[in-house]
């Protein structure tokens, strides 16, 4: 059966940094392309980072020299390094599976909250 | 990027009723390999997104034949043939045609 679960989110001051781990199971991350993806609260999904099988990575423009995505092949697990944070990356992080450029998002943990204030 | 617009916004829907959802999308989404990647997901209150339809049309493994997804290029519709109860939530269209990856603003369905 295939899972995601998502952690590491907490209460962190603007400015501050935080990483995120999506453990996976019943499927190899590194075989998979693998996402990013929140939701601020009460508002809708926006896609944030994304890794394929092959290691290529890419951001939101929203993120992108803040965050880093990568992925850790011993552990199953996918990583989101979150630097400089700002209030308005305040969310509910999720990890979310492509099986292939064709499947898209398919499966989903049950996400990891982020609050960045003071 | 490519702006995904849904119509309704809320859908206030009589149990056993159908129910309509458009997605409108300000570029086509056919890829370069003649494939639409328009992806349909349901959101239940307090959990996470589920994915119904992906490819315009396809329903997902377990996914109740009452969903079914239509359309082409830039309009797209989810429709529900029969409204139960356990269907209320908010409901997104997403493209994964054209980085990056976007999202409609949901539609949400109540009961009446």
């Known amino acids: 059966e295939v899972q995601l679960v998502e952690s590491g989110g907490g209460l962190i001051q603007p400015g501050g940094s935080l990483r995120l781990s999506c453990a996976a199971s019943?499927?190899?991350?590194?075989?998979?392309?693998m996402n990013w993806v929140r939701q601020a609260p009460g508002k809708g999904l926006e896609w944030v980072s994304l890794?394929?099988?092959?290691?290529?990575?890419y951001y939101a423009d929203s993120v992108r020299g803040r965050f880093t995505i990568s992925r850790d092949n011993s552990k199953n697990t996918l990583y989101l390094q979150m630097n400089s944070l700002r209030a308005e990356d305040t969310a509910v992080y999720y990890c979310?599976?492509?099986?292939?450029?064709?499947?898209?998002?398919?499966?989903w943990g049950q996400g990891t909250l982020v609050t960045v204030s003071s | 990027d490519v702006v995904m617009t849904q119509s309704p916004l809320s859908l206030p829907v009589t149990l056993g009723q159908p129910a309509s959802i458009s997605c409108r999308s300000s570029?086509?989404?056919?890829?370069?390999?003649?494939?639409?990647?328009l992806n349909w997901f349901q959101q239940r209150p307090g959990q996470s997104p589920r994915r119904l339809i992906y490819?315009?049309?396809n329903r997902d493994s377990g996914v109740p034949d009452r969903f079914s997804g239509s359309g082409s290029g830039t309009d797209f519709t989810l429709k529900i043939s029969r409204v139960e109860a356990e269907d209320i939530g908010v409901y997104y269209c997403?493209?994964?045609?054209?980085?990056?990856?976007?999202f409609g603003q949901g539609t949400k369905l109540e009961i009446k």
């Open positions: 979310a599976r492509d099986p292939d450029y064709s499947n898209q998002f398919d499966y």
């Open positions: 019943g499927f190899t991350v590194s075989r998979n392309h």
């Open positions: 890794i394929y099988s092959g290691g290529s990575t």
């Open positions: 570029q086509s989404l056919v890829d370069s390999d003649g494939n639409t990647y």
């Open positions: 490819k315009v049309s």
């Open positions: 997403m493209q994964g045609t054209h980085w990056p990856k976007t």
